[in-house]
C-alpha cells in the first residue's frame, strides 16, 4: 500500500506557503517570497513524482489492472447515515497523472515568475495567489468524494479570479476576472445542480460508490435515475450533461468559452498556469472522472461532449486564425486543445479498444500541458522583449531571442503534430478513436489539425521571422535565467513526453490497453495536413508580403466573423443587455418604482427635500403598506383555501 | 424552584442585567460613557460565556408554568446566538454611542427586547408566544428612534411602531379564531385538535402573516427598506440579525410541532412565498444605491433561502436553518459593522462612496469583502456551507423547480455582491472616504465576525453539533 502521510503533503505544502505568504510576504520575506513558494512547490513536485513512481510501477497494480486507492479519507460531515462529505485523496492513473503535471508546470511557472515578475510592487502576493491557485488545483485532482471535488472547483474559480484580476489598477484585467468569474459561475449552477441530482439518486456522493452504482444495471438506483424523467429526458442524462456544463464552463468550451479570451488579461505566466495546463483542462478530468457512468449507462450524454467539443475545436482554430494578439492566438488554441480532448472522450467507449478514445484524450492532456505552458511562457519571454502583445508589431525576433525561438519551434511543431513531437502521438490516437467512431468528428478533427499548424506557425513566423526587428534603444537580452530554464526543461518535454507509454498506464479499466503503432492511411492524412498547414503559413508569412492582405480582402465576410470572434459576444451582449435587461430588469425597476415607493421617490436620495418627505409621512405611506399586507394575507387564504378545501 | 432557576437562567441573566443597568443609572451620573461602555460589554461577555458554559454542562431540559416555557438544548444554543450577537452589535456600535446622551436607555430598551425574544423561542402557547413577541417589539420601535437629532430616525419609529401594531392586530385574529376552532393555545394539545376546516386554515393563514411579517417576506416586507435606512445601523442590524433570527426559531418550533398536521398546506406557502420573496429582493437589492438599503433588501433575499431550508421540514430542516442563523449572524454582522463604522465616523452611506475604499481602508474593505462573500454564498466561506445545507434540505422534499430557482437567485445576487466588491477594490474614486481609525472594541467585533465567517463553515463539528442537539429536540 502506498503511504498517506507524503501525499497529503504534495497539497499542503502550497497551502502553507499560500498562509505563510498571505499573511507574512509582505512585511517579512519582501524579497525571498518567490524562493519560499518555489521551494515548497519544488517539494511537492517532487513527491508527486515519487507517488508516481509508486504508483504505477510499484504497488498500483492488482492482477494488471491499475486499482483506485482511497490514500486517505475524513469524514468530513456526516450527512445522514449513508451519506458524507469526505475530504480524501483519491489515486488512480488520472489522478496521479494530474498530480504530476499540475505540480510540474507549476513549479516551471514558480521558477519562470522569480524572473517575470521581478520588481512588482506585489510579489509577495502574487506568489501566495500562485500556491493558492496551485493548492486548490491539487485539491481537486485527489478528490475522492464528488462534493469535495466542489469545493475546490470554486476554491479555482475564486483564486484564479484573483490571479486574473492581479493587475487591478487595469480596468481590463478587472472586467476580465470578473467576466471569467460569472461565466464559470453561472456553469458550475449547472455542475451544483448536476451532483445534486446524481446523488440523489445514487444516494453517496463518494465517487467510487456513485460509479460502481451508476454502473451496475442491476442496481436500484441506476434503475431509478434512467427511469426518473424531465421533459422526456432521464434524470440520469440531465444530471450527466448538467455536470458536462459545469466542466465546459471551466474547460472554456463553445459557447462558454468568452471569458477565456479576456482573461488573458492576466500576467503571462498565469496564463501558461490556469490558461494552458491547469484549470482548463478540470472539465476535461471531470468528464473522465465520471467517465464510466457516462460510457456504459449513459451514451447520449456522451454524444452531447463529442459535438460540444468538436464544434469548440473547429470554432476556436478559425478564430484563431485572425487574431493578432498573441496570447489571444494561443488562448483560442488552447480551446481548441481541449475541444479535441472533450471530443476524444466523447467518440470513446469503455471496454477494450473502444477506450482508445479516453487514454488519447489523458494523452493529449497530458503532452498539451508542456507544449502549451511552454508557448506562453515563451510568449512571455516575447512580450517582456517587444513591450507588445501585437504580432504585427514583432518580426525578425530569431536573432535577438536564439532560445525562445528553438523552445517555441518545438512547440509549434509539437502542437501542429509533426513526428516525433509530443502532440502527434497523442493527436494522433484521438484521430484514430474518432475514425472509429464517427466520421463526421473525424473529417472536422482533420481539418482542425489543419488549421491548428497553419495558425501556429502564422504566429511563429511573425514573430520569429517576417520582417526585420529594429530595437529601439537599449537591448535588454533575453530574459535571466529563471525564465530560460523553464523554457528549455518544457521544450525537452514538449520533444519528448510523447514517448511516455500511456496505453499501458492510462486507460479507461485500469489494464494495459494493446494498440499497435502501424504506419497508415490516417497517420499519413493527419501529418501531410499538418505540414499543409506549416508550409502555407510559410508561404504567407515568413517573409514580408502583401499575399495575407490579398486573401483576407478576398474572403471578407469570413475573416470579418472569424476576427470578430463570430459575434458571439455581441449576442451575449444583446441577450443580456436588450432581453434580460429590457425583460426582467425593466419591470422590476417599474414594479419598485410604482409599488415599493408608491407616490414618492426613493426616501433618503440626496435630491429629496425635506419638505416633500415630511409630505410624504402625511400622504400616508404606512397605510399603504398596511393595504399590501392586507392583500396579501387575503391572496394567501384564499389561494390556498381553495386548494385545501378542493 | 431549582428548575426554575436553571430552566430559564439565560432570561435570568439578562433580567439581571437590566436592573444593574438601571441601579447603574440612577447611581452613577459621573461615569464616563467610554467606561459605561466597557462595563456593559463585560457583563455581556460574561452572560454569553455562562450561555456556553451551561451549554457544554449538557442540562437536560425541561418545562414550566405548566407547559407555557420549554426549553432544551436547541433553544438553549439558539439563544446564545442571540447572546452572541448582540454582543457583537454592543462591540461595534461602540463609536456610535460613546458620544451618545442616552446610553443606558438604549442598552436596557435593547436587553429588554432579547428578553422578550427568549421567552418567545421558549413559548409553549399562543399566550406566551403573543405577549414576548410584543415585548421583543414594542422596545425595538424606541430604539429605532434612537438618532434623535435626525427626522427619518423618528420616521423609521413611526413607521416600525404603526406597521407591528397591524401585523399584531392580524396575529391577534389569527390566534383567537384557532382558539376558536380548536379551543386551546397550547402548541402541544394542538395538533389532535386541528381538523382542516376552511377557518382554520384562514387562521392558520392569519399567523403566518405575523412571523411573514416580522422576517420581511414580500409582500409583508414593505416597512423594511423604510425602517432599515431610518434607524442607526446598530438597530438596524439588530433588527435583521437578531430579530429576524429569533422568528426563524421560533417558527420552526411552531410550524415543525404545533402545525405539523398542515405540513402539505404550509409547504406550499413556504414555497411559494420563497419564490417570490427571494426573486423580488433580488431584483429589489439590485438597484438599491444606499448600503444600509442594500442590506436590507439582500437580507429579504436571504430569508427567502431561509424558509427554503424550513420548507425541508426534517431535523435537516432544523438543523440547516439554525446554522444559517449562526452564519448570518456572522456575516452580517461583519458588513454592518463596517458600514457602522464608516456612517458613524464619516457619515457615509451610499454604495458610491465605497468606491477606493481599498485604497484608504484595506481592513475595513477585506472584512466587508469577505462578508459580503459570505452573504452571496461563495466558497470557502460559511456562508457557503450554509446555503448549501438550506438547500439539500429544501431539495429533501425532491422539487427541482424550487432549488432551480433558488440556484438562479444565487446568481443573481453573487451579481450585486460582487458590485460592492468591485467598487471598493477597482472603482476610483475622488474623494474617497479618508482612513478611518475606529475604536478596538469595534475593530475586535469585526474581527470576531471575520474568524467565525471562516471557522464556522470548515470545522464541521458545529455542524454535528446542531444536528444532535436538533434531533434531540425534535
New interface residues.
Partial sequence: MLDATYIALIPLLPLASFVILGLFGRKYFKNFSGIIGTTSLFVSALLSLVTAYQYFFVSGKLDGVYQKIIALKYT?????PNVS?DMGILLDPISVMMLVVVTFVSLMVHIYSLGYMKGEERFPTFYAFLALFTFSMLGLVVSSNIFQIY?FW??VG?SSYLLIGYY?DR?SA?AAS?KA??VT??AD?GF??GI??LS?YAGTLDFNTLIERLTNFESSQLKEIATAS?LGISALTWGLVLVFIGGAGKSAMFPLHIWLPDAMEGPTPVSALIHAATMVVAGVYLVARLFPVFALSCPAALEVVAYVGVLSALLAALIACTQTDIKRVLAYSTMSQIGYMMFALGVSGYYGEDGTGYMASMFHLFTHAFFKALLFLGAGAVIHFVHTNEMTEMGGLRKYLPITHITFLIACLAIAGVPPFAGFFSKEEILVAAQHHNQLIYWIALITAGLTAFYMFRLYFSIFWNKEHHPHGEHHGEGPATMMIPLIILGIGAALAGFVPFNKLVTATGSILETEFHLNATTIMAVSVGLAGILIAMRLYKTQNDLPERISSSLKGLYRASYRKFYIDEIYLFVTKKIIFNL??RP??W??RNI?DGFMN????SSQT?SE?ISV?QSG??Q???A??????MG??L???Y???K | MNDFLTLMQSELALTLILFILLIVKIGSEKMSNKSLLGFINVMLIINLLIGISSLWMQRPGGTLFSGMFITNSLILFEKNILNLGILIISLSAFDWLKNHKHLTEFFMLLIACVIGMFFMISSGNFLIFYLSLELATIPLAAMCNYDMDKRISSEAAMKMIMSSAFSSGILLFGISMMYGTTGTISFTELPQLLDGSPLQIFAFILLFTGFAFKLSVVPFHLWTADVYEGAPVAVTSFLSVISKGSIVFIFITTLYNAFRYYADLWYNVLFLSAVITMTLGNFFALRQQNMKRFLAFSSIAQVGFILIGISGSSSLGTTSAVYFILIYVFSNLGAFGVVQMISSLTGKERIDDYKGLYKTNPFLTWILTLSLFSLAGIPPTAGFFGKLFLLTAGASQGNYVLITIAALNMIISLYYYLKVVRAMFMDANENPVERIKGSTPANAALIICAIGIVVVGLISSIYDYINNIANFGF
Fill in positions: 468530513w460531515l456526516q450527512f445522514s462529505i469545493i470554486e476554491l475564486v487591478y480596468p478587472v470578473k468569474f460569472i459561475r453561472f449552477l451544483l445542480i445534486l441530482i440523489f424531465f426582467i430588469g422590476a425597476a414594479i419598485d415599493v426613493l426616501l433618503g436620495s425635506i418627505e409621512m405611506r404606512v399603504q403598506y398596511a399590501y399586507f392586507f392583500a396579501g394575507a394567501l387564504a389561494l390556498f383555501i386548494i385545501w378545501t
